[in-house]
């Protein structure tokens, strides 16, 4: 069964620092990968979807990389803001069109 | 483009109480999910719709969960009766198939 794991649980940072988020997960055998974000007492709001044949892909701060052979990807936040504050989770679709979601990294970031 | 619309918000109910959450996806999104995250957990997937035929159930409690999506679009989800380890946000989204998915706001549900 696939696992998908995320660390750290929560980061705290100050404002316009680099930030590194990362997710693994145990089955290679992956169909896609996305990075969504999660604002308190809200819905998740889709940030970025790396095909499995994808190495990374960019929007505007972010940039998420997925190394499928190695299990890992990672969610790279640049200049952060006080405004990225949220829990950030990942999700695997595997080859048998499942669904499986890390518990996320809650991000604080401090002006 | 409107988003997915999940009603209701909130809902308190007592133990062994029924409840029933209501969803509508985004028009021409095929398939449909229901996830219950309980608080610091991620989303977890109770059931997968393609059209209006379920393609993955397997983690539903069907002895007190059922959903069904009428038509190819809206869905409901039932608890009946419910316990106290129901109380969760329960999400729903949808997709293009095999795509980005788009979630609703979430019902949060407290079982007392």
């Known amino acids: 069964k696939q696992e998908v794991t995320q660390i750290p649980a929560a980061l705290s940072v100050p404002e316009g620092e680099n930030l590194v988020l990362n997710c693994s997960f145990t089955?290679?055998?992956?169909?896609?990968l996305q990075w969504f974000r999660q604002d308190p007492g809200k819905g998740l709001t889709s940030l970025l979807l790396?095909?499995?044949?994808?190495r990374e892909q960019t929007s505007g701060r972010l940039n998420a990389s997925l190394d499928k052979s190695s299990g890992r990807s990672t969610l790279y936040i640049a200049a952060s803001q006080p405004g990225d504050s949220a829990t950030y989770l990942c999700?695997?679709?595997?080859?048998?069109?499942?669904?499986?979601f890390g518990s996320g990294t809650k991000l604080n970031v401090k002006p | 483009e409107a988003g997915v619309a999940q009603s209701p918000r909130y809902k308190i109910i007592e133990k062994r109480q029924s409840v029933a959450f209501w969803c509508n996806p985004i028009?021409?999104?095929?398939?449909l999910y229901w996830y219950q995250q309980i608080l610091g957990q991620g989303p977890k997937l109770l059931i997968q719709?393609?059209?209006?035929?379920?393609?993955?159930d397997s983690q539903l409690p069907k002895d007190r969960f059922s959903a069904e999506r009428l038509k190819g679009v809206d869905s409901t989800l039932k608890i009946q009766p419910a316990k106290l380890e129901d109380s969760a946000v329960y999400l729903c989204?949808?997709?293009?198939?095999?795509?980005?998915?788009?979630f609703g706001p979430g019902t949060r549900l407290l079982v007392l």
């Open positions: 989204a949808s997709s293009l198939r095999w795509q980005t998915q788009y």
């Open positions: 089955d290679s055998a992956i169909y896609n």
């Open positions: 790396i095909q499995s044949s994808q």
């Open positions: 999700a695997v679709l595997s080859n048998f069109n499942k669904f499986y």
């Open positions: 028009s021409g999104h095929a398939t």
């Open positions: 719709f393609q059209n209006n035929g379920v393609v993955d």
